[in-house]
Protein backbone atom coordinates (compact mmCIF):
# COMPACT_ATOMS: atom_id res chain seq x y z
CA UNK A 1 0.00 0.00 0.00
CA UNK A 2 0.79 3.73 -0.26
CA UNK A 3 0.05 6.56 2.29
CA UNK A 4 0.10 10.28 0.52
CA UNK A 5 0.32 13.23 2.54
CA UNK A 6 -1.86 16.35 0.73
CA UNK A 7 -1.89 19.67 1.96
CA UNK A 8 -3.25 21.86 2.26
CA UNK A 9 -5.80 20.08 3.05
CA UNK A 10 -8.73 23.05 2.48
CA UNK A 11 -7.90 26.24 1.59
CA UNK A 12 -10.06 29.85 0.38
CA UNK A 13 -8.13 31.99 -1.90
CA UNK A 14 -8.93 34.86 -3.81
CA UNK A 15 -9.63 35.21 -7.27
CA UNK A 16 -6.92 36.04 -9.63
CA UNK A 17 -4.57 33.97 -6.89
CA UNK A 18 -2.40 30.63 -7.55
CA UNK A 19 -2.37 28.13 -4.92
CA UNK A 20 -0.13 25.41 -5.14
CA UNK A 21 -0.93 21.84 -4.03
CA UNK A 22 1.73 19.19 -2.44
CA UNK A 23 1.44 15.50 -2.43
CA UNK A 24 4.08 13.81 -0.63
CA UNK A 25 4.01 9.96 -1.08
CA UNK A 26 5.52 7.11 1.54
CA UNK A 27 7.04 4.85 -0.81
CA UNK A 28 8.60 5.62 -4.60
CA UNK A 29 5.99 5.29 -7.05
CA UNK A 30 5.86 5.63 -10.76
CA UNK A 31 2.64 6.69 -11.80
CA UNK A 32 1.26 9.07 -10.06
CA UNK A 33 -1.80 11.61 -11.39
CA UNK A 34 -4.47 14.61 -9.91
CA UNK A 35 -7.75 14.46 -10.22
CA UNK A 36 -10.58 17.03 -9.66
CA UNK A 37 -14.15 16.36 -7.84
CA UNK A 38 -16.12 19.44 -8.64
CA UNK A 39 -19.61 19.06 -6.02
CA UNK A 40 -21.68 16.92 -6.38
CA UNK A 41 -19.53 14.81 -9.34
CA UNK A 42 -17.04 11.92 -9.93
CA UNK A 43 -13.38 12.47 -10.53
CA UNK A 44 -12.25 13.65 -13.17
CA UNK A 45 -8.48 12.98 -14.46
CA UNK A 46 -6.43 16.69 -14.98
CA UNK A 47 -3.16 15.25 -15.69
CA UNK A 48 -0.68 12.05 -14.94
CA UNK A 49 2.70 13.58 -13.13
CA UNK A 50 5.67 12.45 -15.17
CA UNK A 51 9.45 12.12 -13.40
CA UNK A 52 11.72 13.99 -14.79
CA UNK A 53 9.63 15.47 -17.57
CA UNK A 54 6.50 17.17 -18.28
CA UNK A 55 3.23 16.21 -17.48
CA UNK A 56 0.61 14.79 -19.93
CA UNK A 57 -2.44 16.88 -19.77
CA UNK A 58 -6.20 15.24 -20.27
CA UNK A 59 -8.54 17.10 -22.63
CA UNK A 60 -9.53 20.70 -21.11
CA UNK A 61 -6.85 20.89 -19.20
CA UNK A 62 -3.95 23.03 -20.05
CA UNK A 63 -0.27 23.48 -18.44
CA UNK A 64 -1.07 27.01 -18.07
CA UNK A 65 -3.63 26.12 -16.05
CA UNK A 66 -2.49 23.81 -13.84
CA UNK A 67 1.20 23.51 -13.99
CA UNK A 68 2.92 20.07 -11.96
CA UNK A 69 6.14 19.52 -10.87
CA UNK A 70 7.38 16.03 -10.08
CA UNK A 71 11.29 16.34 -9.01
CA UNK A 72 11.12 12.73 -7.66
CA UNK A 73 9.25 9.44 -7.52
CA UNK A 74 7.61 10.68 -4.15
CA UNK A 75 6.49 13.96 -4.73
CA UNK A 76 4.42 16.17 -7.09
CA UNK A 77 3.03 19.91 -6.83
CA UNK A 78 0.10 20.98 -8.50
CA UNK A 79 -0.38 24.43 -8.96
CA UNK A 80 -4.13 26.33 -9.25
CA UNK A 81 -3.25 29.28 -11.69
CA UNK A 82 -5.40 32.64 -11.97
CA UNK A 83 -7.90 31.27 -9.74
CA UNK A 84 -12.13 31.69 -10.48
CA UNK A 85 -14.61 30.23 -8.32
CA UNK A 86 -14.93 27.79 -11.34
CA UNK A 87 -12.12 25.98 -10.15
CA UNK A 88 -14.34 25.63 -6.61
CA UNK A 89 -13.44 21.96 -6.05
CA UNK A 90 -11.59 19.43 -4.25
CA UNK A 91 -8.11 18.44 -5.87
CA UNK A 92 -7.15 14.45 -5.47
CA UNK A 93 -3.33 13.39 -5.83
CA UNK A 94 -3.50 9.46 -6.42
CA UNK A 95 -1.07 6.72 -6.66
CA UNK A 96 -0.90 3.48 -8.57
CA UNK A 97 0.42 0.44 -6.55
CA UNK A 98 3.82 -1.56 -7.57
CA UNK A 99 1.35 -3.85 -8.94
CA UNK A 100 -0.61 -1.54 -11.20
CA UNK A 101 -3.69 -3.22 -9.87
CA UNK A 102 -4.67 -0.58 -7.14
CA UNK A 103 -5.06 3.49 -6.78
CA UNK A 104 -4.11 5.04 -3.32
CA UNK A 105 -5.65 8.59 -2.86
CA UNK A 106 -4.76 11.66 -0.36
CA UNK A 107 -7.46 13.02 1.80
CA UNK A 108 -7.81 15.83 -1.24
CA UNK A 109 -7.68 19.64 -0.80
CA UNK A 110 -10.49 21.70 -0.77
CA UNK A 111 -10.23 25.01 -2.63
CA UNK A 112 -13.02 27.54 -2.55
CA UNK A 113 -12.47 30.37 -4.67
CA UNK A 114 -13.90 33.85 -3.35
CA UNK B 1 -11.94 3.51 -24.56
CA UNK B 2 -13.43 2.41 -21.13
CA UNK B 3 -16.50 3.92 -19.15
CA UNK B 4 -17.95 3.54 -15.68
CA UNK B 5 -22.25 4.09 -15.12
CA UNK B 6 -23.44 4.49 -11.92
CA UNK B 7 -27.30 4.86 -12.81
CA UNK B 8 -28.24 6.17 -9.19
CA UNK B 9 -26.87 8.94 -8.11
CA UNK B 10 -28.35 8.90 -5.06
CA UNK B 11 -30.10 5.87 -2.80
CA UNK B 12 -31.83 6.67 0.36
CA UNK B 13 -32.58 3.70 2.65
CA UNK B 14 -33.20 2.88 6.15
CA UNK B 15 -31.14 1.09 8.59
CA UNK B 16 -30.63 -2.31 8.56
CA UNK B 17 -32.34 -2.68 5.30
CA UNK B 18 -30.33 -4.40 2.20
CA UNK B 19 -29.00 -2.52 -0.82
CA UNK B 20 -27.38 -2.54 -3.86
CA UNK B 21 -25.42 0.04 -5.56
CA UNK B 22 -25.34 -0.45 -9.67
CA UNK B 23 -21.91 -0.13 -12.01
CA UNK B 24 -21.61 -1.45 -15.02
CA UNK B 25 -18.41 -0.83 -17.56
CA UNK B 26 -17.55 -0.78 -20.94
CA UNK B 27 -14.25 -2.44 -22.08
CA UNK B 28 -13.54 -4.43 -24.61
CA UNK B 29 -10.26 -6.38 -22.94
CA UNK B 30 -9.68 -7.32 -19.25
CA UNK B 31 -10.81 -5.39 -16.39
CA UNK B 32 -9.67 -4.66 -12.54
CA UNK B 33 -13.18 -3.37 -10.63
CA UNK B 34 -12.87 -1.42 -7.94
CA UNK B 35 -15.25 -0.03 -5.43
CA UNK B 36 -14.00 2.89 -3.15
CA UNK B 37 -15.81 5.07 -0.49
CA UNK B 38 -15.56 8.39 0.18
CA UNK B 39 -16.87 9.83 3.76
CA UNK B 40 -17.65 13.22 4.67
CA UNK B 41 -14.17 15.52 3.89
CA UNK B 42 -12.14 13.03 3.36
CA UNK B 43 -10.29 11.40 0.64
CA UNK B 44 -11.12 7.74 -1.29
CA UNK B 45 -10.93 4.49 0.39
CA UNK B 46 -10.58 1.40 -1.39
CA UNK B 47 -13.34 -1.14 0.07
CA UNK B 48 -13.17 -4.05 -2.54
CA UNK B 49 -11.88 -4.87 -5.89
CA UNK B 50 -12.11 -7.76 -8.03
CA UNK B 51 -8.58 -8.80 -10.11
CA UNK B 52 -8.86 -12.19 -11.14
CA UNK B 53 -10.51 -15.40 -9.56
CA UNK B 54 -13.51 -15.48 -7.71
CA UNK B 55 -16.37 -13.17 -9.19
CA UNK B 56 -17.56 -12.56 -5.51
CA UNK B 57 -15.18 -10.59 -3.47
CA UNK B 58 -15.93 -9.16 -0.12
CA UNK B 59 -14.99 -6.22 2.11
CA UNK B 60 -14.01 -6.32 5.90
CA UNK B 61 -17.50 -4.13 6.76
CA UNK B 62 -20.02 -6.62 5.25
CA UNK B 63 -20.20 -5.38 1.65
CA UNK B 64 -19.36 -7.61 -1.38
CA UNK B 65 -19.81 -7.16 -5.28
CA UNK B 66 -19.92 -9.90 -7.79
CA UNK B 67 -18.18 -9.44 -11.23
CA UNK B 68 -20.37 -10.35 -13.96
CA UNK B 69 -18.75 -10.32 -17.31
CA UNK B 70 -21.52 -11.15 -19.34
CA UNK B 71 -23.65 -8.04 -18.13
CA UNK B 72 -20.65 -6.18 -17.93
CA UNK B 73 -21.64 -5.34 -14.40
CA UNK B 74 -19.84 -5.07 -10.48
CA UNK B 75 -22.79 -4.28 -8.30
CA UNK B 76 -22.24 -3.43 -4.56
CA UNK B 77 -24.85 -5.04 -2.24
CA UNK B 78 -24.89 -5.15 1.76
CA UNK B 79 -27.43 -7.28 3.37
CA UNK B 80 -28.08 -4.58 6.44
CA UNK B 81 -26.63 -1.25 5.93
CA UNK B 82 -25.79 1.37 9.04
CA UNK B 83 -26.01 5.09 9.83
CA UNK B 84 -22.01 4.77 9.52
CA UNK B 85 -22.68 3.29 6.07
CA UNK B 86 -23.29 6.97 4.76
CA UNK B 87 -20.83 8.01 2.14
CA UNK B 88 -20.23 8.85 -1.35
CA UNK B 89 -19.54 4.95 -3.65
CA UNK B 90 -17.32 5.41 -6.29
CA UNK B 91 -16.98 2.23 -8.80
CA UNK B 92 -13.86 2.23 -11.00
CA UNK B 93 -12.03 0.21 -13.70
CA UNK B 94 -8.47 -0.22 -14.77
CA UNK B 95 -8.10 -1.81 -17.91
CA UNK B 96 -5.93 -4.65 -18.10
CA UNK B 97 -2.63 -4.31 -20.17
CA UNK B 98 -3.16 -0.31 -20.90
CA UNK B 99 -2.50 2.39 -19.20
CA UNK B 100 -3.23 1.48 -15.54
CA UNK B 101 -5.35 4.67 -15.18
CA UNK B 102 -8.61 4.26 -13.37
CA UNK B 103 -11.55 5.61 -14.62
CA UNK B 104 -14.26 6.32 -12.12
CA UNK B 105 -17.70 6.68 -12.34
CA UNK B 106 -19.97 9.48 -11.07
CA UNK B 107 -20.83 8.16 -7.33
CA UNK B 108 -23.79 7.02 -5.68
CA UNK B 109 -24.60 9.14 -2.60
CA UNK B 110 -25.72 6.02 -0.08
CA UNK B 111 -27.88 8.05 2.45
CA UNK B 112 -28.72 5.23 6.09
CA UNK B 113 -31.54 7.03 7.53
CA UNK B 114 -32.80 5.63 10.97
Known amino acids: SAVISQKPSRDICQRGTSLTIQCQVD?????MFWYRQQPGQSLTLIAT?????????ESGFVIDKFPISRPNLTFSTLTVSNMSPEDSSIYLC???????????FGQGTRLTVV | AQSVTQLDSQVPVFEEAPVELRCNYS??????LFWYVQYPNQGLQLLLK??????LVESINGFEAEFNKSQTSFHLRKPSVHISDTAEYFC????????????FGRGTSLIVHP
Open chain 1, 27 to 31: SQVTM
Open chain 1, 49 to 57: ANQGSEATY
Open chain 2, 92 to 103: AVIQGGGSYIPT
Open chain 1, 94 to 104: SVVGQANTEAF
Open chain 2, 50 to 55: YLSGST
Open chain 2, 27 to 32: SSVSVY
